[in-house]
């Protein structure tokens, strides 16, 4: 079952409820495509890859060792990327199975490189490459060898970050080259010209499970936007669907995701905290 889009969708009426978990300090929670588990990380004290299972609420360290960040899903959801210092310091590529895997480095440059997605066929991984000349860039490589060949799939002046894939490989990434952070659209892997998609800002897009939607946050309010258009990506205006003082804080990837009934999982900090600033806990919000 699918939920509605973003033209049936009534708003910004709605509610958020627990989704169970303890408060810890999330970040960057992503569903699987069921929707039944959450990919997670903790920041400090527990700072390394998670997952907490939404029926029974148990919370599971899956990766250990490597301080790891960022985790996204492959599309099988089998295995993970994510990043993490590496043995000589900058902040590297890694991948593991999800379920009792050792993590693998995928590459040893002398530079930080950061995770970002997944395409949809599973082969190839997009990541978050910095440079001195022309900030970061999206970059793709093989997922499964070690220092594979780098290709360039976003590079500019300004700073490309936060690859999205729609199940039909239409790639969504935030770029600044404007002054300030916009949503674009781009065909994968034929590339071309990019269609800007947000008018007014926008960052940390994710694509609704059927890929006819594409949802973003400026400021507080989360926008979703209709994608239509086959080969030719089109996009209907942005209509907004709610707003709250959801955890926002600067990162290469989306802080929120949508399941496949068209709920969001969200990240809302307590106030006060007890022993961590940065403690959270995992919200989901329906519309009525």
Same mark, same amino acid.
């Given at each position: 079952?699918?939920?509605p889009t973003a033209a049936d969708r009534p708003h910004p009426s709605g509610r958020?409820?627990?989704?169970? &978990?303890?408060?810890?300090?999330?970040? /960057?929670?992503?569903?699987?495509?069921?929707?039944? #588990?959450?990919?997670?990380?903790?920041?400090?004290?527990?700072?390394?890859?998670?997952?907490? +299972?939404?029926?029974?609420?148990?919370?599971?360290?899956? @990766?250990?060792? &490597?301080?790891?960040?960022?985790?996204?899903?492959?599309?099988?959801?089998?295995?993970?990327?994510?990043?993490?210092?590496?043995?000589?310091?900058?902040?590297?590529?890694?991948?593991?199975?999800?379920?009792?895997?050792? &993590? /693998?480095?995928?590459?040893?440059?002398?530079?930080?490189?950061?995770?970002? &997605?997944?395409?949809?066929?599973?082969?190839?991984?997009?990541?978050?490459?910095?440079? #001195?000349?022309?900030?970061?860039?999206?970059?793709?490589?093989?997922?499964?060898?070690?220092?594979?060949?780098?290709?360039?799939?976003?590079?500019?002046?300004?700073?490309?970050?936060?690859p999205a894939f729609s199940p039909d490989g239409r790639l969504a990434y935030v770029?600044?080259?404007?002054?300030?952070?916009? @949503?674009?659209?781009?065909?994968?892997?034929?590339?071309?010209?990019?269609?800007?998609?947000?008018?007014?800002?926008?960052?940390?897009?994710?694509?609704?499970?059927?890929?006819?939607?594409?949802?973003?946050?400026q400021g507080q309010t989360m926008w979703a936007t209709r994608v239509t258009g086959?080969?030719?990506?089109? @996009?209907?205006?942005?209509?907004?669907?709610?707003?709250?003082?959801?955890? #926002?804080?600067?990162?290469? /990837?989306?802080?929120?995701? @949508?399941?496949? +009934?068209?709920?969001?999982?969200?990240?809302?900090?307590?106030?006060?905290?007890?022993?961590?600033?940065?403690?959270?806990?995992?919200?989901?919000? +329906?519309?009525?």
């Amino acid at each position: 079952m699918t939920g509605p889009t973003a033209a049936d969708r009534p708003h910004p009426s709605g509610r958020a409820t627990s989704a169970g &978990a303890a408060p810890k300090s999330y970040m /960057h929670p992503q569903l699987s495509a069921d929707g039944r #588990q959450v990919l997670t990380w903790l920041r400090m004290p527990d700072y390394d890859v998670w997952l907490y +299972d939404v029926a029974s609420r148990a919370l599971t360290r899956i @990766v250990t060792g &490597a301080a790891a960040r960022r985790p996204a899903w492959s599309p099988d959801g089998r295995r993970l990327i994510f990043d993490a210092p590496g043995p000589d310091n900058p902040v590297t590529l890694y991948s593991a199975d999800v379920h009792g895997g050792q &993590a /693998h480095r995928l590459r040893r440059v002398g530079n930080s490189q950061y995770a970002g &997605a997944w395409t949809p066929d599973g082969r190839t991984i997009a990541y978050l490459d910095p440079t #001195q000349t022309t900030g970061f860039d999206i970059l793709t490589m093989a997922a499964d060898a070690t220092d594979a060949p780098a290709t360039v799939l976003v590079k500019g002046p300004a700073n490309e970050t936060a690859p999205a894939f729609s199940p039909d490989g239409r790639l969504a990434y935030v770029s600044d080259v404007t002054g300030r952070e916009e @949503v674009y659209l781009l065909r994968y892997p034929a590339g071309g010209a990019a269609l800007r998609v947000s008018t007014s800002g926008g960052r940390e897009p994710v694509w609704s499970a059927r890929g006819d939607e594409l949802f973003y946050r400026q400021g507080q309010t989360m926008w979703a936007t209709r994608v239509t258009g086959g080969a030719t990506p089109r @996009v209907a205006d942005s209509v907004a669907l709610f707003a709250g003082e959801y955890d #926002q804080r600067p990162s290469f /990837h989306a802080n929120y995701d @949508v399941a496949p +009934d068209g709920r969001f999982l969200m990240i809302r900090g307590i106030a006060p905290p007890t022993t961590d600033p940065r403690i959270a806990v995992l919200l989901r919000w +329906d519309a009525p």
